[in-house]
C-alpha cells in the first residue's frame, strides 16, 4: 500500500510527533481556557480521569482497528464492521465535524495573529524549517538528531525575530477586514500543504512541533515548580456569570481535546495508521499522544486560573461564558513563565501564542487532508469519478469550511468560534460512535469490550444532552444556520447509534451461541 505520498512507514518517535500535534491542536488550550469558568477542579478531574480511562483508549482502539482494515478510516471501516447504512450516516457526521474543526481553528489562529503580531513570522517560519527537515531525513538521509536539534534552535531564535518585526495586515482588502484575510490565506494555505507527501511537510512538521511542545511544556511546568503561584480561581465557581449554560452536561463538551475527543479517531485512522511502521507501535503512538494532550489540557488549566494577580482580574477575565481560551492561556502562562523563570512577559507572550499557533495550524494541514479523504471515499463508495481527484476533493473541502465560517459568522469569519460548543457535542458524539464501531470489532473478535463501552456510554450521554440543549439555545437567540447543522448532526448520530447497537447485539448473540455449540 506504501505510495509515499499518503501511505509511508514512519519512525514511531516522529510518527508519535505528528499524532500528538495533530489531536492537540488548539482545542486542549481552548477547551479549558473557557472551562474553568466554572472552577478549576471539575475541569481538572474531567481532564485527568477522561485521559486516563478515555481517551488513551479510544486513541488506541482507533489506530489499531484502521491498521486491522487495510488503514482505511473509522467512517470507511464501518461499511464492513456495522453496515453500508451506517457508513454513510457516520461519513456525514465525520464531514460535519471536520468542518467545524477547520473553522474554528482558522478563526483561533486569526485572532491569535491579530493579538500578537510578534507571532507571524516565528509560525510561518516554522513551516520552511519543517520542509528543509524532511527532505534532509528523507531525501537525503541525514541522521535524524542534527536536524532536530538545528530545526529546534532556529525555531526559537526566529521568536526574538518577531518580536522585531511585527506583522500586521490592511485594516481592509477586497472589503475583507484582517481577521478575513487571515482565514482566507490560512485556507489557501490548508489547501496546499493536503496536497504535498506526508514525508515533505506533515511528519517533519509535526515531529518538530512536537518536540517544541515539549520545550513548551517544560518552560511552563518548570515555571509552576520554580513561582509556586497561586490559583486565584475559585475550585467551584459560585459566581458563574448569569448567561453562563449549566455545567453537567457542557464541561464534557467544552473540554473536548484534552479529554476525549472523536477528532482523534480521525487523524488515528485517517493519517496516523497509514504511517504506522508496525501494529505494536500503535500503542506507543495512541495512547502516549492522548496522554501528551492531557498534559497540554491541564498546563492550560494552570495559566487560566493562576496566571492572574487576583480574583477580580480573574473574573474580570471571565466576565461571560467563552471567554478566557487562548488568551487567558497566553497571558495567565506568560506571567508565570516570567515569575518563575525569568522570561520577559512579550517574550513569553509570544512563544505560548507561536507554540498554540503551530498546533492549531498542524490541526489544520491533516483536518483539509482528512476531509480530501473523506470526499474521495463518497467518490469511491458512490462510484463518482470527479469526487476521487484530489484537487476537487480539496477545492470541495476547502470551499465548505470557507461557507462555515463566514455563513455562520459573516464577513468577519468569526462563524468559527460561534460554533465552539457545536463543534464540542459533534467531537464527543463521534468519540462515542467510534468506540461504539471498536467494541464491535472486538466482540467479533472474541474480545471483551468493556473498556470501550463504559466510555462509550458516558460520552455519548453527555454529548447528546448537550446537543439539545444547543439546539434550544441556538434556536432561542435566532441563530437558524447552525439549528439546521445541529438537526442535521443529532438525526444522523441517532440513526448511526441504532444501527451500531443493533450490530453490537447481533454479535453478541452470535458469540454466546458459538460458546454453547462449543
Given at each position: ?460 450521554s453527555m454529548a447528546f444532552l448537550s ?20 438537526i442535521v448532526i443529532i438525526i444522523t ?16 448473540r452470535k458469540a454466546a451461541a458459538a460458546?454453547?455449540?462449543?
Open positions: 500500500m506504501r505510495d509515499d505520498i499518503d501511505y509511508i512507514p514512519t519512525n514511531r518517535f516522529v510518527l508519535w510527533g505528528h499524532h500528538f500535534t495533530a489531536v492537540a491542536g488548539a482545542a486542549p488550550i481552548i477547551g479549558p481556557g473557557i472551562a474553568v469558568i466554572w472552577g478549576w477542579l471539575p475541569a481538572f478531574l474531567w481532564v485527568v480521569l477522561g485521559t486516563m480511562f478515555f481517551a488513551g483508549v479510544h486513541d488506541f482502539g482507533a489506530v489499531w482497528a484502521s491498521v486491522r482494515h487495510k488503514a482505511r478510516s473509522v467512517g470507511s471501516l464501518t461499511g464492513d464492521v456495522i453496515s453500508v447504512r451506517a457508513r454513510s450516516l457516520f461519513m456525514v457526521v465525520i464531514f460535519f465535524l471536520l468542518l467545524m474543526v477547520n473553522a474554528v481553528f482558522a478563526v483561533s489562529i486569526s485572532d491569535a495573529f491579530q493579538a500578537t503580531a510578534s507571532s507571524v513570522i516565528p509560525a510561518w517560519s516554522a513551516i520552511f524549517v519543517a520542509v528543509i527537515i524532511g527532505v534532509l531525513i528523507y531525501r537525503l538521509h541525514v541522521p535524524i538528531m542534527w536536524p532536530t536539534i538545528i530545526g529546534t534552535i532556529v525555531l526559537y531564535a526566529v521568536i526574538y525575530l518577531g518580536e522585531l518585526v511585527p506583522v500586521e495586515l490592511p485594516a481592509s482588502v477586497l472589503g475583507l477586514g484582517p481577521s478575513a484575510q487571515w482565514i482566507v490565506i490560512l485556507f489557501a494555505y490548508a489547501a496546499t500543504a493536503s496536497m504535498l507527501p506526508v514525508w515533505l511537510l506533515l511528519q517533519p512538521r509535526d515531529y518538530i512541533n512536537g518536540i517544541q511542545l515539549f520545550v513548551g511544556l517544560g518552560i511552563l511546568y518548570g515555571a509552576v515548580l520554580i513561582a509556586s503561584p497561586t490559583i486565584v480561581a475559585p475550585a467551584i465557581n459560585e459566581n458563574v456569570p448569569a448567561a453562563a449554560p449549566p455545567i453537567v452536561p457542557l464541561l464534557f463538551v467544552t473540554i473536548a481535546c484534552g479529554a476525549i475527543s472523536g477528532f482523534h479517531g480521525l487523524v488515528g485512522s485517517g493519517t496516523t495508521s497509514k504511517q504506522l511502521n508496525r501494529e505494536p507501535d500503535a500503542r506507543f503512538v495512541g495512547y502516549l499522544g492522548s496522554a501528551g494532550e492531557g498534559a497540554l489540557a491541564i498546563i492550560a488549566i494552570i495559566a487560566a486560573t493562576a496566571g492572574f494577580a487576583s480574583l477580580a482580574d480573574w473574573e474580570a477575565m471571565y466576565s461571560e461564558f467563552g471567554a478566557g481560551g487562548v488568551t487567558a492561556f497566553v497571558q495567565g502562562g506568560a506571567v508565570i513563565a516570567n515569575n518563575g523563570l525569568g522570561l520577559s512577559v512579550g517574550f513569553a507572550e509570544t512563544l505560548l501564542t507561536v507554540m498554540a499557533v503551530l498546533f492549531a495550524g498542524t490541526t489544520m494541514d491533516a483536518g483539509v487532508r482528512l476531509q480530501r479523504y473523506i470526499v474521495q471515499e463518497m467518490g469511491t463508495i458512490y462510484n463518482i469519478p470527479p469526487l476521487q481527484n484530489g484537487y476537487t476533493a480539496t477545492a470541495i473541502a476547502v470551499g465548505a469550511c470557507l461557507i462555515l465560517a463566514f455563513g455562520a459568522g459573516g464577513t468577519d469569519g468569526s462563524g468559527g468560534m460561534l460554533i465552539w460548543p457545536l463543534f464540542g457535542t459533534t467531537n464527543q458524539l463521534l468519540a462515542g460512535l467510534t468506540l461504539l464501531v471498536i467494541s464491535v470489532i472486538l466482540v467479533k473478535l472474541g474480545r471483551p469490550a468493556r473498556y470501550t463501552l463504559t466510555p462509550m456510554i458516558f460520552v455519548t446537543a439539545v440543549y444547543q439546539l434550544w439555545d441556538l434556536y432561542s437567540t435566532g441563530q437558524y444556520f447552525l439549528v439546521a447543522i445541529d448520530a441517532i440513526l448511526v447509534m441504532l444501527e451500531s447497537t443493533s450490530a453490537f447485539m447481533r454479535e453478541r460458546t454453547l455449540a462449543g
